[in-house]
């Protein structure tokens, strides 16, 4: 029941192309009609010649001039139903992917979180494919299928109904023998996409952490382990390779058959008088044009069901909820402070995280937040910026309730530096242009100066216009931090938020970062996670948090005074 | 491909017999019409007997099933071979690939190294059976069909020569032009590959800087690319079976005129135009068939010269196989000989760096952002080479030892921690496979996981999912140190691994490491100061050079970067002590 309605939610989105498809239909009946009337044509003529003197040489003509036009007419409309068909499935897929990508793209933060993105991307590249190829293709061989069949009886029928009645009972037989061989291979195939999927995973695991692997010297070890998953897809994969082989030959084997059969009762049928042997040609032709539809529909069967999974699949995502942003509110000119109030939120219910949470931040002051893995730092961050709602309580800036102002609004007055340092692949100079579409080279590389990245840019073979390459392999992890500070810094942010920001850079770099950054914050809010409390000395306020609530709250002086659970922390670090 | 061959050596047997069941299975197919043309000529016009139409007809009945068994063994030997050879394909890869050293796997990528071992060999398996399966049959059946033709009539056979060259002329003309258009579909679909999941890691940043429109442009150029250069392709590709079944219709067309000459002239007979006929239709089958196999091959030799370019990689770190290695006990621990190393053509990554660390000292080694500190710890477990100078493990080079005597005795945390899947204990037990429970409990406890693992419900037996993910950063930290201290190494290198905890939980560790680890030099990696103002020796490295080595208190008096390092950390009272 499911699987048919996101079949029927993908041919709804067929519907721009149905002038094509139905163009589409008409060429494909045109061409299944001429393709079945050249053999009677081809018998005809044949009939026309019988032995040494008694040739109908025009009426041969006549009839070959006919199956002329009619193979011309054939090749043009297939030629025809094929590129429609093409165009119309390429642009489906072209549809489909466009209208995924946006969903991912509006969809609430927390799905992208929580769904694995090969998955997901897997469903943008090849579950689409197999839904264009499977809802276009297959719809279309199983029409011309079927024209053919009904086409072909009629034909058969029309000259002689009791060979017809013969091919009739007799071709079934092919259809449940490749009906039974599919069920055979289908489980067998399922089981090999199986340990496909484990071998995949394990070369993934161990391939992809090569460096602990010889570390370790585990490659023995390893290997061992590969081969025991190598060696049983050996032993899965012959037999489904086997039994998947099975259904060409048997179905061949029938036909084969059907053919003989035919044979025989056309040519009795002829003896005794009652066909001629162009019709018996004829008969022959259409005996093996009869039965490959039958094999294609059942190859094609298969190939649908694929099609209706990876439909489900793709519909699946289009089917989620959009983040719902109802919001009209704007902030005309920030001035960046923030208060939360009573605010709880935890991403799973059962798990509580930030409860009753409360706090006041002044325009311009500068906030770091610190605390031990997991006490919700990062939690904070994303309620800030609207990447999670809260459940309960609410956050103003400048007094507004932040819910009620659309999310691009919001962000347009943060400016953001993540723990996972994101870039995309292209040149450093479009990297560091992504937040400010309008920024001269000038100031890109004045703010690359700022982050202290200019001299490494400098350095790289093409400078500002080197590529990065996928993931931003070719650099280090200090370095994409530095990268993603200067495309904040062009972003000229009303508050700033710096999640673990300078985290892989070294402590003298950072210092002159922050100092950089204290700059261009001057009377501006920001706030600053981090583990390192040398980050973090020169705030104004430092929130300690513990379990999801904040336990202390002061400056660096004041805390340490206070000897509390901030000053365990900071002096942890001399106890050693 | 052909380069691959030798996986098929095993299969000698299989890659002959199978190809010549299928052949046999196209002689028989080949009768077939010759048959039929006897019962029309022969059964019919002559005898008009219908026991002679009987018999012709059980003979093709044979002939079929005959043609069935002779198709199944081939088939069982086309699975055999295909599924074995793309067996001992990735058994290659992956052993390769393990010999191959961190400068080739960074050069190759490893994605790439895992599509080449799951996707491209099963690109090749499916190669390799198709070709024992199709690619004698077709090639034979045209030529098969053509000889037939020739002993019924030779002049006629002359239109078969004609249309088979035609066909082929346009398999050709549409295979060259539209096999370069193939390879550049799949780069327009990897493209779209990237930018959903640079769009799905990213999402965070994009969001935050309002680019979802813009994003959303780039998807849209991406597709409407793609849509295009695939249509521009099947344009040409749909033109292969209408132009074929057209060809070969006027062929037929020609064979039924000049046939109709030539039986009232009296030089031939009605049944053979009709096996005239269905020999040219055999001929278009087979030509359909050679057309998806030569789409196939060409997908397929993409694979293959992927695979081998794997397989010509030469690893740099080489091996040497030393029987006896002759530890010198009263020589340093570690010892750096003026080293220097680049990757590369690049600039120098490190030069001319000289140090000794005796045994069971902790050494620190401080610097900043890209200055080499992690490099310089790569060379001792022979990551990577030394370009030049000599790395020395108990005195002696390390390139002399073997691999696993030289890494035996290094535990390892590397920079980004990965855990494996399967239970906590399956992981700890990497290193040394024999390693008791007490063993595994009392790494823990150094490590300080022992606390949040016992409080698992399974204990060490817990899972552990692909990476770890199902632990955080600090506690897969703890879970790597853990991992490289059970089997007691000589020296422990610890890279960056204290970055993901607190300073509390980092302090309490390097107390347990140092009441623990007797007899173990120790090597830590770090930005902090705390960390290392403790340690018997520190390096401070800075653009790959070493400034200075000494303890903190020398070094904070006579090193001006080290002070500086110290001083952006802490306060002088502080740093002073």
């Known amino acids: ?409 919001l962000r347009k007055n943060y400016g953001m530096v993540l723990q996972d340092s994101w870039l995309f692949c292209g040149t450093i100079m479009e990297n560091l242009r992504y937040g400010n579409e309008n920024a001269s080279d000038e100031e890109i590389i004045a703010a690359a100066k700022s982050a202290h990245a200019h001299s490494f840019i400098r350095k790289m073979p093409k400078g500002y216009q080197t590529m990065i390459s996928e993931g931003g392999g070719n650099l280090s992890q200090g370095q994409k931090q530095l990268l993603c500070i200067a495309r904040a810094m062009l972003t000229d942010p009303k508050v700033l938020i710096l999640d673990e920001a300078t985290s892989s850079i070294d402590t003298l770099t950072e210092s002159r970062v922050q100092r950089a950054f204290a700059k261009m914050m001057k009377g501006r809010t920001s706030f600053v996670v981090a583990h390192r409390l040398s980050t973090i000395r020169e705030s104004d306020v430092i929130l300690v948090m513990r379990e999801g609530n904040i336990v202390e709250q002061g400056t660096h002086e004041e805390l340490l005074d206070k000897k509390g659970f901030y000053y365990e922390l900071y002096n942890s670090q001399f106890s050693g | ?144 069909s053509l000889v037939m033709a020739m002993t019924i009539n030779l002049k006629l056979s002359l239109i078969f020569f004609a249309a088979a060259l035609l066909i082929g002329l346009t398999l050709y003309f549409v295979m060259s032009r539209s096999v370069p258009i193939f390879t550049l579909i799949q780069k327009k679909l990897d493209r779209i590959g990237v930018i959903s999941r640079e769009n799905l890691e990213g999402n965070r940043v994009i969001r935050a800087f309002s680019r979802q429109k813009e994003e959303c442009g780039r998807i849209d150029a991406a597709t409407e690319e793609l849509a295009r250069t695939a249509i521009r392709v099947n344009a040409l590709s749909a033109l292969l079976s209408p132009v074929t079944s057209a060809v070969t219709n006027f062929a037929i067309i020609a064979i039924v005129w000049f046939g109709a000459v030539n039986v009232s002239a009296g030089s031939m007979q009605t049944g053979e135009i009709v096996a005239l006929v269905s020999y040219m239709t055999q001929i278009l089958l087979a030509m359909v068939v050679v057309a998806n196999l030569v789409i196939l091959m060409t997908k397929g030799s993409a694979s293959a010269a992927r695979i081998n370019e794997v397989f010509e990689t030469k690893p740099s770190v080489v091996e040497k196989n030393h029987e006896d290695i002759t530890v010198k006990e009263n020589s340093a621990k570690i010892e750096f000989k003026n080293v220097s190393f680049s990757y590369g053509d690049g600039d120098d990554e490190l030069s001319g760096i000289s140090f000794e660390i005796g045994r069971g000292q902790t050494v620190g080694i401080i610097g900043g952002t890209g200055s080499g500190k992690s490099t310089l710890v790569n060379l001792i477990p022979r990551f990577y080479d030394a370009t030049d100078g000599a790395v020395l493990v108990d005195g002696v080079d390390v390139r002399d030892y073997p691999f696993a005597l030289l890494r035996g005795q290094i535990g390892i945390v590397p920079q980004q921690n990965v855990l494996f899947s399967g239970s906590i204990r399956e992981n700890l037990k990497w290193q040394d496979p024999d390693c008791s429970d007490e063993d595994i409990i009392k790494a823990l406890k150094i490590a300080q996981a022992y606390e949040f693992v016992s409080k698992l419900p399974e204990g060490i037996d817990s899972r552990v999912e692909q990476g770890g993910k199902n632990f955080s950063g600090g506690q897969r930290q703890r879970l790597c140190i853990a991992r490289a201290i059970v089997s007691k190494p000589g020296i422990l290198i610890l890279d960056d691994s204290f970055s993901a905890l607190d300073f509390a939980t980092d302090a309490a560790l390097r107390k347990a490491l140092r009441e623990n680890t007797e007899g173990m030099t120790v090597l830590i990696v770090t930005q902090r100061c705390s960390t290392v103002m403790d340690a018997d020796k520190i390096l401070v490295i800075s653009d790959g050079v070493l400034e200075g080595a000494g303890t903190h208190e020398e070094l904070f008096a006579g090193c001006g970067a080290y002070r500086e390092i110290c001083l952006s950390q802490l306060k002088e009272t502080e740093a002073v002590r």
């Not at chain 1, 933060?109 to 839904?131: E, F, K, M």
């Not at chain 2, 890869?93 to 050069?107: K, P, T, V």
Request: glycine share 8%; hydrophobic share 45%; net charge positive.
């Open chain 2, 1 to 144: 491909m052909i380069k691959l061959r030798r996986f098929l050596y095993d299969y000698k047997k299989e890659v002959i017999i199978g190809p010549l069941c299928k052949l046999f299975e196209a002689v028989l197919e080949l009768l077939v019409p010759l048959v039929m043309a006897n019962i029309i000529d022969v059964g019919i016009n002559e005898l008009h007997d219908p026991s002679y139409v009987w018999r012709m007809g059980a003979l093709m009945v044979l002939l079929a099933a005959l043609g069935l068994s002779s198709a199944l063994f081939c088939q069982y030997f086309a699975s055999k071979a295909s599924q074995g050879a793309g067996t001992k394909i990735r058994r290659a890869l992956f052993e390769y690939i393990n010999s191959l050293s961190h400068a080739e796997l960074d050069r190759l990528g490893t994605p790439s190294l895992i599509t080449r071992i799951t996707n491209d060999t099963n690109q090749v398996q499916q190669n390799i059976a198709m070709c024992i399966r199709l690619l004698t049959r077709a090639p034979f059946i045209v030529a098969g």
């Open chain 1, 1 to 409: 029941m499911k699987k048919k309605t996101s079949a029927g939610k993908i041919l709804r989105r067929l519907r721009p192309y149905t002038g094509l498809l139905l163009l589409a239909l008409l060429c494909a009946v045109a061409s299944v009609t001429l393709t079945l009337l050249i053999p009677v044509l081809i018998g005809r003529a044949i009939d026309n010649i019988i032995a040494k003197g008694r040739v109908d040489f025009e009426a041969v003509a006549r009839i070959l001039g006919y199956i002329g036009i009619s193979v011309v007419g054939m090749a043009v409309s297939q030629w025809l139903m094929n590129q429609l068909i093409n165009i119309i499935s390429y642009k489906t897929v072209r549809d489909l992917r466009r209208d995924i990508f946006r969903k991912l793209n509006s969809v609430p933060l927390s799905y992208i979180d929580t769904h694995p993105h090969g998955d997901l991307i897997s469903r943008v590249i090849n579950d689409v494919d197999a839904v264009g190829d499977g809802l276009t293709q297959t719809f279309l061989q199983l029409f011309s299928g079927i024209v053919t069949i009904v086409g072909t009886l009629v034909f058969m029928l029309t000259i002689d109904w009791r060979i017809a009645i013969a091919v009739v009972v007799l071709t079934p037989m092919s259809l449940f023998v490749a009906g039974f061989i599919g069920k055979l291979t289908h489980r067998r195939f399922t089981e090999q996409q199986l340990l496909q999927g484990d071998i995949s995973s394990y070369v993934e695991e161990h391939v992809g952490n090569q460096r602990i692997v010889k570390a370790f010297s585990y490659e023995k070890r390893a290997f061992e382990e590969f081969e025991k998953y190598n060696e049983r897809l050996y032993t899965v994969g012959f037999k489904a390779q086997f039994a998947g082989a099975l259904a060409n030959p048997t179905t061949r084997f029938v036909n084969a058959c059907v053919y003989a059969a035919v044979g025989i009762i056309g040519a009795l049928t002829v003896i005794s008088g009652g066909l001629s042997i162009g019709g018996l040609s004829c008969f022959l032709t259409y005996a093996n044009q009869y039965t490959k539809p039958f094999n294609e529909v059942t190859g094609v069967l298969t190939q649908f069901q694929t099609a209706l999974a990876a439909a489900q699949r793709v519909v699946e995502v289009l089917d989620e909820q959009d983040e719902a942003d109802p919001g009209s509110g704007v902030i005309p000119d920030c001035g960046g402070n923030v208060r939360i109030e009573n605010v709880s939120f935890s991403y799973s219910p059962d798990k509580p995280l930030i409860e009753n949470f409360s706090l006041e931040v002044k325009s311009g002051s500068h906030v770091a937040v610190v605390g031990p893995t997991g006490c919700g730092k990062t939690t904070l961050i994303n309620l800030l910026m609207r990447f999670y709602d809260v459940n309960e309580g609410r956050i103003l800036l400048d007094g507004v309730d932040i819910r009620t102002i659309p999310r691009d609004e």
